[in-house]
């Protein structure tokens, strides 16, 4: 079992950032995909970002890419997402996620792949 923490989250004005952090519990954090998800009130979950087990290999939705940042930290067993010129749409709750089999580059997007998850964490953007 993998316990998965997200922190960080809260109100900020559009433009400003946030970063948020999730601390893994449990296992052997190297050996996670680590992947940052969101879903906006009655929209369906979606992909933020992945970082694969080394961190070595990064990959973002377009909707986020050139703001966001996600990073690790294996021998603090967190995760990170660096999020820079929030909008009002980057509203949401983020959730943090493992993965301890999936290949990285046609897998870190595939929510169904990764096996653990956070409670998530609430970020509003407000105009």
């Known amino acids: 079992q993998v316990q998965l923490i997200e922190s960080g989250g809260g109100l900020v004005q559009a433009g400003g950032s946030l970063r948020l952090s999730c601390v893994a519990s449990?296992?052997?954090?190297?050996?996670?995909?680590m992947g940052w998800f969101r879903q906006a009130s009655g929209k369906e979950r979606e992909f933020v970002a992945a970082?694969?087990?080394?961190?070595?290999?990064?990959s973002y939705a377009d909707s986020v890419k050139g703001r966001f940042t996600i990073s690790r930290d294996n021998a603090k067993n967190t995760v990170y997402l660096q999020m820079n010129s929030l909008q009002p749409e980057d509203t949401a709750v983020y959730y943090c996620?493992?993965?301890?089999?999936?290949?990285?580059?046609?897998?870190?997007?595939?929510?169904?792949?990764?096996?653990?998850w956070g409670q998530g964490t609430q970020v509003t953007v407000s105009s």
């Open positions: 970082i694969s087990r080394s961190g070595a290999s990064t």
């Open positions: 449990g296992r052997t954090f190297s050996n996670y995909m």
């Open positions: 996620a493992a993965d301890r089999h999936s290949p990285f580059y046609s897998h870190y997007a595939q929510q169904d792949d990764y096996d653990y």
